[in-house]
């Protein structure tokens, strides 16, 4: 086997803009799409709880930056169709600004990070930034951003990442693979986010999701009902619940196999989250330690698979959902949850994760004003650290090269695909007010 120099890597990455040119990132081409967006969705939809399908549909109805949020399965079908440089990293797959956020490292610090992993999956390195270019032009028109003001932070984005990427390239391997982003806390939207994650103790999230199970003082705890977004699980399905803790405990590290020993099931809840999984399977596992005072607790959270799949013949197909979502997380993550794994149930397959221990996220009106494009450098940033921890930051940085071509492109292409972004989410709500419409009454035969 060849081992390839660091110039030849380099090399690499310039011939591919023979493959595709950096102006060529500009391209959007809906009217190509195979099936409409309604249709793709619609597919997406399959094997989910049916009751909360409809949940699901009206959640993306709120908001042209909410329908982004669900419609993954939509803008991975649309980047199959542009020309790609094969340049392959691990990818979010999911790259947005709501699903960047603070949580707490294993040696309990608070760290900010890209912390959702659903569509993670190894494919061309622009497929990210191309969804994350798109996600801050609509969350910029969101927060009341002019059109030039939200291109400009993607130009941001896109520029801190490149620069970034070309540090990278020159750095030790191993420096790399620890490198850390610094003066996060003193960007405005990340300040929020990591003083929410501080106020996220397993505490404050007894106090949120849990009440007394009787007015006896001092009595057990159980999950506080809120149908349909937190429902008590109990019986057969509350114990096939607790049983996938088994296979779980199994793929732990020793020690966190240790730790959990000291912890006691007590209640089981279904719960409703995010956009883009609402209608997938989500269990939480409530667990006592050292006494009501010590909570833990633990998401069971149903993993189909990545929307890209279909789209990327050369992956490496997933056996276990689950633990493709859990290793992607670990390979673009410099500090990933000490309790995240993976289980099953029957034939379904479920990341685990903890639930809400020090997490805190960015609101839409935390990137009103100077926000956007602050965050904007930071999303830029992160995504390129997780990019070269899990691709080549060699052969990126020889694509991307030392202009601003790239950076310009995706602010153009940004700007477009929220355009079509919203021509969807327009065509969605007016299919659901259709549908909503009662059939006319039939009319009824005149009288001779």
């Given at each position: 086997?060849?081992?390839?120099?660091?110039?030849?890597?380099?090399?690499?990455?310039?011939?591919?803009?023979?493959?595709?040119?950096?102006?060529?990132?500009?391209?959007?081409?809906?009217?190509?799409?195979?099936?409409?967006?309604?249709?793709?969705?619609?597919?997406?939809?399959?094997?989910?709880?049916?009751?909360?399908?409809?949940?699901?549909?009206?959640?993306?109805?709120?908001?042209?930056?909410?329908?982004?949020?669900?419609?993954?399965?939509?803008?991975?079908?649309?980047?199959?169709?542009?020309?790609?440089?094969?340049?392959?990293?691990?990818?979010?797959?999911?790259?947005?600004?709501?699903?960047?956020g603070a949580y707490a490292a294993p040696d309990g610090r608070?760290?900010?990070?890209?912390?959702?992993?659903?569509?993670?999956?190894?494919?061309?390195?622009?497929?990210?930034?191309?969804?994350?270019?798109?996600?801050?032009?609509?969350?910029?028109?969101?927060?009341?951003?002019?059109?030039?003001?939200?291109?400009?932070?993607?130009?941001?984005?896109?520029?801190?990442?490149?620069?970034?990427?070309?540090?990278?390239?020159?750095?030790?391997?191993?420096?790399?693979?620890?490198?850390?982003?610094?003066?996060?806390?003193?960007?405005?939207?990340?300040?929020?986010?990591?003083?929410?994650?501080?106020?996220?103790?397993?505490?404050?999230?007894?106090?949120?999701?849990?009440?007394?199970?009787?007015?006896?003082?001092?009595?057990?705890?159980?999950?506080?009902?809120?149908?349909?977004?937190?429902?008590?699980?109990?019986?057969?399905?509350?114990?096939?619940?607790?049983?996938?803790?088994?296979?779980?405990?199994?793929?732990?590290?020793p020690e966190r196999q240790h730790l959990l020993s000291f912890?006691?099931?007590?209640?089981?809840?279904?719960?409703?989250?995010?956009?883009?999984?609402?209608?997938?399977?989500?269990?939480?596992?409530?667990?006592?330690?050292?006494?009501?005072?010590?909570?833990?607790?633990?998401?069971?959270?149903?993993?189909?698979?990545?929307?890209?799949?279909?789209?990327?013949?050369?992956?490496?197909?997933?056996?276990?959902?689950?633990?493709?979502?859990?290793?992607?997380?670990?390979?673009?993550?410099?500090?990933?949850?000490?309790?995240?794994?993976?289980?099953?149930?029957?034939?379904?397959?479920?990341?685990?994760?903890?639930?809400?221990?020090?997490?805190?996220?960015?609101?839409?009106?935390?990137?009103?004003?100077?926000?956007?494009?602050?965050?904007?450098?930071?999303?830029?940033?992160?995504?390129?650290?997780?990019?070269?921890?899990?691709?080549?930051?060699?052969?990126?940085?020889?694509?991307?090269?030392?202009?601003?071509?790239?950076?310009?492109?995706?602010?153009?292409?940004?700007?477009?695909?929220?355009?079509?972004?919203?021509?969807?989410?327009?065509?969605?709500?007016?299919?659901?007010?259709?549908?909503?419409?009662?059939?006319?009454?039939?009319?009824?035969?005149?009288?001779?």
């Open positions: 086997m060849h081992w390839a120099t660091p110039e030849e890597r380099r090399n690499l990455g310039q011939a591919r803009r023979k493959q595709v040119g950096r102006q060529q990132h500009i391209e959007i081409h809906p009217k190509a799409r195979k099936l409409p967006a309604a249709a793709l969705l619609s597919r997406s939809m399959q094997g989910r709880v049916p009751a909360l399908i409809k949940l699901k549909y009206e959640f993306m109805a709120q908001s042209p930056f909410r329908y982004f949020r669900g419609a993954a399965p939509v803008m991975a079908a649309d980047l199959a169709l542009l020309p790609s440089t094969g340049i392959i990293s691990q990818l979010c797959g999911d790259a947005h600004v709501r699903n960047l608070l760290v900010f990070d890209i912390n959702d992993f659903d569509e993670t999956i190894r494919g061309p390195f622009e497929w990210d930034l191309k969804r994350m270019a798109a996600s801050i032009t609509l969350s910029g028109r969101a927060s009341g951003h002019k059109d030039s003001s939200a291109r400009q932070a993607v130009e941001t984005c896109i520029a801190h990442y490149s620069a970034q990427m070309r540090a990278f390239a020159e750095m030790p391997a191993l420096e790399v693979a620890r490198a850390q982003v610094h003066r996060l806390g003193q960007v405005a939207p990340i300040h929020e986010a990591l003083l929410k994650a501080e106020r996220a103790t397993p505490q404050h999230t007894l106090d949120l999701l849990t009440e007394p199970s009787s007015a006896k003082p001092g009595g057990a705890r159980r999950f506080k009902e809120a149908k349909p977004l937190l429902t008590r699980v109990t019986g057969a399905q509350a114990a096939a619940v607790l049983a996938s803790l088994a296979p779980y405990r199994q793929m732990l590290e912890y006691r099931p007590v209640d089981v809840a279904f719960k409703v989250v995010g956009t883009g999984s609402v209608g997938l399977r989500d269990y939480c596992v409530y667990f006592e330690g050292n006494g009501p005072a010590d909570p833990l607790f633990l998401q069971i959270k149903e993993e189909p698979a990545s929307a890209y799949a279909p789209y990327l013949p050369d992956a490496q197909p997933a056996a276990h959902n689950g633990q493709r979502t859990a290793e992607g997380q670990r390979a673009m993550q410099t500090q990933s949850d000490p309790f995240l794994g993976w289980t099953h149930m029957g034939a379904r397959q479920f990341l685990v994760r903890q639930l809400n221990d020090h997490k805190g996220s960015i609101e839409l009106e935390d990137l009103a004003g100077g926000g956007l494009e602050a965050y904007a450098e930071v999303c830029g940033e992160l995504l390129a650290r997780g990019h070269a921890r899990s691709g080549d930051p060699l052969v990126i940085a020889g694509y991307l090269g030392s202009s601003d071509g790239f950076a310009e492109a995706l602010g153009k292409f940004g700007a477009l695909y929220a355009d079509q972004t919203e021509s969807d989410w327009r065509d969605l709500v007016r299919s659901r007010k259709t549908a909503s419409k009662p059939a006319p009454k039939p009319k009824t035969a005149k009288k001779a």
